[in-house]
């Protein structure tokens, strides 16, 4: 069955300090992976996705994931935390017709 | 440029009423999705329609049923609301019809904040 595990509910960090949020998948064929954000009170925003090709992607606000096909993860990551970037995180895979997403990773930042 | 914008924020009802829930996207998508968000359960899929005039059940579509009234609008009923609907919901669209990677590259709403009573 397609899946996906975020095994941290919460992650609290200081700002400036290195941040990965953890995401194993479950997946039968080649997924399309995806991060997204969502901010208190708001919606979900895409961060970053992975179709094909280079597995270490680039996204908006700073963040970075790699594909790692032989660990079935796609860590979610950032050199230096902002506190603007406390909020809650999405995994998600990618198949037919729909996403399955995990269920979050809640992340504070300490000033 | 607003996007997908849901009406209402925010609905107390009843068990038993029912409600509509609007959702309209201003970007010229092909496909809308409605989900639910629950605490400690992610987001999960209603329904969707991957162009206008069609519709199709997700994960979780019981208690609800969908109208693509055209291609700008996509809203979610609930007939008889029941306690177990107490949730977030959000709509979302995708500018790539269903069956390809693109369409899970979604916009969403604010979200629906509903409490069932």
């Known amino acids: 069955a397609q899946s996906v595990t975020q095994p941290d509910i919460h992650i609290t960090v200081s700002e400036g300090a290195s941040l990965e949020l953890r995401c194993n998948y479950s997946y039968g064929a080649t997924p399309y992976l995806f991060w997204y954000v969502q901010s208190p009170g708001q919606g979900l925003q895409l961060l970053l996705k992975y179709f094909s090709g280079d597995t270490l992607v680039q996204g908006i606000k700073g963040f970075e994931a790699e594909f790692k096909r032989s660990q079935s993860s796609f860590n979610l990551r950032k050199p230096s935390v902002h506190w603007s970037d406390a909020a809650e995180y999405f995994c998600?895979?990618?198949?037919?017709?729909?996403?399955?997403f995990g269920t979050g990773t809640l992340l504070a930042v300490q000033p | 440029n607003a996007g997908v914008t849901q009406t209402p924020k925010f609905q107390v009802l009843k068990t038993g009423q029912s409600m509509t829930l609007q959702c309209a996207q201003d970007m010229n998508h092909n496909s809308m999705y409605w989900y639910r968000q629950d605490p400690g359960m992610g987001l999960r899929l209603i329904y969707y329609?991957?162009?206008?005039?069609?519709?199709d059940k997700g994960e979780v579509p019981n208690g609800y049923n969908v109208s693509r009234l055209n291609k700008r609008e996509f809203s979610l009923r609930l007939e008889s609301a029941a306690p177990s609907q107490t949730s977030v919901y959000f709509c979302a669209s995708s500018e790539v019809n269903v069956g390809g990677p693109g369409a899970n590259v979604l916009t969403f709403g604010a979200g629906s904040r509903l409490t069932v009573l």
């Open positions: 329609s991957a162009s206008e005039g069609t519709t």
């Open positions: 998600a895979v990618g198949g037919t017709n729909k996403l399955i």
